[in-house]
Nanobody, 123 residues
Framework: QVQLVESGGDLVQSGGSLRLSCAAS????????LAWFRQALGNEREFVAA????????LYANAVKGRFAISANSAKNMLYLQMNSLQPEDTAVYYC????????????????WGQGTQVTVSS
């Protein structure tokens, strides 16, 4: 089992920045990939970014490419999402997810999920 706890969500003005963190615990040695997803009110959960736990290869949704940066520190069991140039459409609950075999954009392939952290961007 792996436990994930997100933090760092906040209210920020349009154009601002936030850094989300996700602390992993438990059988973290078994992890292959981690990702961030988000879900806005009334919308389906959508992919934001993913990274290989060991190799560090990253993948981004087109909507955040060039503005967001995913990173991981496997020695500290931490996942991060640096979000710059935030826009109101980035408002959502952001979730950390982990998989023992996958590092892509399909939420169905991630076994472990955090509880989410709210990001609100005001215009």
């Amino acid at each position: 089992q792996v436990q994930l706890v997100e933090s760092g969500g906040d209210l920020v003005q349009s154009g601002g920045s936030l850094r989300l963190s996700c602390a992993a615990s438990g059988r973290t040695f078994s992890l292959y990939g981690l990702a961030w997803f988000r879900q806005a009110l009334g919308n389906e959960r959508e992919f934001v970014a993913a990274i290989g736990w060991a190799r560090g290869t990253s993948l981004y949704a087109n909507a955040v490419k060039g503005r967001f940066a995913i990173s991981a520190n496997s020695a500290k069991n931490m996942l991060y999402l640096q979000m710059n140039s935030l826009q109101p459409e980035d408002t959502a609950v952001y979730y950390c997810a982990a998989s023992t075999y996958y590092a892509g954009d399909s939420s169905a392939q991630y076994t472990y999920w955090g509880q989410g952290t709210q990001v609100t961007v005001s215009s």
